[in-house]
């Protein structure tokens, strides 16, 4: 994930709690980007379900 000018973060949360970061969880904290930046932050993180993970363990 890059990002674009303006105030970001990127946090996991729930669809029930969505204004509430989960706990443990993923928080990118607060990404200030002016406009114009070409000094861009970038976030990334793997997503897993249940069966990514059981293929993991099985091999």
Do not use: I, Y
């Amino acid at each position: 994930m890059s990002f674009s000018a303006g105030n970001h973060s990127v946090t996991q949360s729930s669809f029930a709690d969505p204004c509430t970061a989960s706990s443990p969880g993923f928080d990118s904290g607060f990404q200030a980007v002016s406009e114009g930046s070409r000094d861009v932050p970038e976030w990334s993180f793997t997503v897993e379900n249940d069966e990514s993970r059981k293929a993991r363990r099985n091999h």
